[in-house]
């Protein structure tokens, strides 16, 4: 295992997994035990915003595991980030209890709203962390499991793959936007006051979060680096260049599609449930087909099928979104679509792969 | 039972498919021995390349039969369940995986666990190792094989992915216009290699170079308009007037 790690570690890996656990450190301790009169804190609404972004990476990890390697194009990786968060809210929602505004001990304010006198099966045992864990990672597993094994033993592949999982995610938008669905609806599920017994507003609450986030990007990173080096990856990476040739070699391409599918909505569940604590809401627009769309922008910019890249990737853009949005608000979407274009014409493998030439280039040079 | 049918390799009866009220494939029958090696011939259309989708399991026959080894049904099965079987299938168009190393190419085709779970967990064993040095060595690859087989020229390509199919150590190998685009040396270079490895496996081979049919010095088959239209030794073919007629020209 360890051999297995240093040979196939390089640098570029390494120094992301420690930049990673050494943000987990460094940020919460500059937030926390900084006072907030010196230069150097970092005020608990940053702490946050960048967890959002490292959740946001994490969906881009993800998506990149499945596009970058296996070349499935999913438009609707949303659906599961969307999914692993309304697990979560669900359990926050719970945690509420009578603490709510109708003070309900288990029914949460919009059900005593809409006059419901029970709990919905749909929301049993969400009161147990455990139960919340294994939900955020099992329902995205099932729901990609079941697309993934009529999609792809049907052959959907291409364009036509990619619409089918737009449909997918707007499907679940219709859904979830209607009240008797019993997920809140239009206003989906906020308000939460405490997770695990914590109050979710507290600075040291949301230090934890950043820094779990963190680590789960640190982790799901080193899972998706070791399937893709691995021969299975190696298998995928032949599906994605010549699959019937795969086939013919007596590969069954369905099934190794499904699995890395699987694994990829199960990185992107956890990824929602990790964002929905620290932006405090989820509903239905988190399942609408642009915000998938805009992951898969994430991972092209910086650089398909690399990992490191769609994290980076993700980050960037969503730094670049939250200055746009602030200060030319209405220039944002032109800015994304701007950006799309240019990177396709002039770095098509992203700035993580375009870099990894020129450093290729420049040791080519060196050694001749 | 036939006695045509236990000695077969691969037995086809009948075999008749369509499509869009094309007939493709016309009551097309045809029997390959085990170990042997043979051609087949045509005109464009004639249903060559519908024959190999038939019995590697990409198409499935309207009606007939399609019989492996004696007694094994295919038109039941799948690609990857066929390829497991014992049939390897050579494309038209040269089809490795550029992006990876020659050696890599024959490493994914050595025959040994194909599932995804074995793929993640399981350890490659030092015989695989040793067949692909030989398979190397049969397609004279030997100095190419740290290369990236996308860098390889077209013929190398055509070695590259008759030696994965070698690696693979089918009983039938499918072989669809493998000096298509080659040189002279090479064309006579894969007569030697495709004569050499039949008698341990059976070769189907797809050409239309006639001096390449030639140098194979084995059965010949010729198809039109998706049926049998002469079978036999070349030169028996070759003199056959119809064949003059639809395919060789006068």
């Not at chain 2, 007694?71 to 049939?87: N, P, V, Y």
Request: proline share 3%; charged share 15%.
């Amino acid at each position: 295992m360890i051999t297995f790690f240093i040979r196939h570690f390089d640098r570029t890996a390494i120094g992301f997994v420690t930049t990673l656990l050494l943000i987990a450190v460094v940020v919460p301790l500059l937030n926390l035990a900084v006072p907030e009169s010196s230069a150097f804190h970092i005020p608990t609404y940053l702490v946050s915003l960048w967890g959002k972004y490292l959740a946001y990476a994490l969906l881009a990890l993800a998506l990149d595991l499945v596009w970058g390697y296996c070349g499935i194009l999913s438009l609707g990786h949303g659906a599961f980030f969307a999914l692993g968060g309304y697990a979560m809210g669900m359990y926050l929602m719970r945690q509420i209890g009578a603490r709510g505004v109708y003070a309900d001990p288990v029914l949460p304010d919009f059900m005593v709203f809409l006059n419901w006198k029970e709990l919905p099966i749909t929301w049993y045992f969400f009161d147990h962390i455990g139960y919340t864990l294994l939900m955020i990672v099992l329902v995205p597993s099932v729901i990609a499991f079941v697309f993934g094994w009529f999609a792809f033993r049907s052959r959907v592949t291409g364009v036509y793959l990619s619409i089918i999982t737009q449909s997918l995610t707007y499907a679940l938008l219709l859904a979830f936007f209607r009240n008797d669905m019993g997920f809140g609806g239009n206003n989906g599920l906020t308000d939460f006051k405490y997770i695990i017994g914590f109050p979710v507003q507290a600075a040291s609450t949301r230090a934890t979060l950043f820094a779990l986030t963190a680590l789960f990007l640190a982790l799901g990173f080193l899972l998706a680096r070791a399937m893709v080096v691995s021969r299975f990856g190696q298998i995928l990476a032949s599906i994605r260049d010549a699959e019937s040739r795969t086939r013919f070699l007596g590969y069954r391409v369905e099934h190794y599609k499904v699995l890395v599918f699987v694994v990829s909505a199960a990185m992107a569940g956890i990824a929602g449930a990790l964002y929905v604590p620290q932006v405090g809401i989820i509903n239905p627009s988190e399942f609408s087909p642009s915000n998938s769309i805009e992951a898969v922008i994430w991972v092209a910019v910086g650089g398909r099928g690399t990992l490191v890249g769609a994290a980076i990737g993700a980050v960037l853009v969503n730094f670049a979104k939250t200055w746009l949005t602030g200060s030319f608000p209405e220039l944002w979407l032109y800015g994304l679509g701007a950006l799309f274009i240019l990177v396709t014409l002039f770095l098509p493998k992203g700035i993580v792969g375009s870099l990894a030439v020129v450093v290729q280039r420049m040791k080519g040079g060196s050694a001749a | 039972m036939n006695l045509d049918l236990t000695d077969s390799i691969l037995y086809v009866d009948a075999v008749s498919v369509s499509f869009d009220g094309f007939k493709a494939l016309n009551d097309l029958s045809f029997v390959v021995g085990r170990g042997e090696l043979r051609a087949i011939i045509g005109p464009n259309g004639a249903g060559k390349t519908t024959m190999m989708d038939i019995v590697t399991g990409k198409t499935r026959p309207d009606n007939g039969m399609v019989i492996f080894d004696g007694s094994i049904d295919l038109t039941t099965r799948d690609e990857s369940a066929i390829a497991a079987l014992g049939i390897g299938r050579k494309f038209q168009k040269p089809t490795v995986f550029e992006g990876q190393t020659v050696e890599d190419n024959l490493l994914l085709a050595v025959e040994g666990p194909r599932s995804a779970w074995s793929s993640l967990f399981g350890w490659r064993s030092r015989v695989t190792v040793d067949q692909v040095l030989e398979t190397l060595s049969t397609i004279r690859l030997g100095d190419l094989k740290h290369r990236l087989a996308g860098s390889l020229s077209h013929g190398q390509k055509q070695w590259l992915e008759i030696g994965m199919l070698l690696a693979q150590n089918p009983k039938l190998l499918l072989v669809d216009e493998p000096v298509a685009g080659m040189t002279d040396a090479e064309t006579e270079e894969t007569a030697r290699l495709l004569t050499s490895i039949a008698g341990e496996h059976a070769v189907v081979v797809v050409e239309h170079d006639m001096s390449f049919v030639r140098a194979l010095q084995c059965k010949v088959t010729c198809l039109h308009e998706g049926s049998v239209l002469a079978e036999g030794s070349i030169d028996a073919v070759s003199a056959n007037d119809r064949v003059i007629d639809v395919y060789l020209g006068r």
